[in-house]
Nanobody
Framework: HVQLVESGGASVQAGGSLRLSCAAS????????MAWYRQAPGNDREGVAT??????????????DYADSVKGRFSISRDSATGTMSLEMNNLQPEDTAMYFC????????????????????RGQGTQVTVS
């Protein structure tokens, strides 16, 4: 079992920035498929960004993919030394207000934010981001 713990959520003004973190294990961060999802009040949970090893199961080089709504503003990254995945969010807008969740899976197919949230093996409890 891999425990995922999100942090970094806060209230910010439009145009501001935040950095969310997802604490996992060094091994998971090295080789698992990982992603961020979010859920705004009254909305379905939606995928935001994915990071996966370019070669499945091989650490070191990673591929990133983003939903159109965040492309160019958000950046996903991982640090296996600290066992942390991050989401850097810039130029935040009120429509980014949501609870943000990190997910991980050793064998998610496809490894994509387009996958259903329920498909992921490990899921965190979330961190709240509010933009006004």
């Amino acid at each position: 079992h891999v425990q995922l713990v999100e942090s970094g959520g806060a209230s910010v003004q439009a145009g501001g920035s935040l950095r969310l973190s997802c604490a996992a294990s060094a091994y998971a961060v090295s080789v698992y498929c990982m992603a961020w999802y979010r859920q705004a009040p009254g909305n379905d949970r939606e995928g935001v960004a994915t990071t996966r090893p370019i070669k499945p199961g091989v650490p070191g080089k990673y591929y990133a993919d983003y939903a159109d709504s965040v492309k160019g503003r958000f950046s996903i990254s991982r640090d296996s030394a600290t066992g942390t995945m991050s989401l850097e969010m810039n130029n935040l807008q009120p429509e980014d207000t949501a609870m943000y969740f990190c997910v991980a899976d050793p064998a998610q197919r496809p490894c994509s934010w387009r996958s259903a949230y329920s498909d992921w093996k490990f899921r965190g409890q979330g961190t709240q981001v509010t933009v006004s």
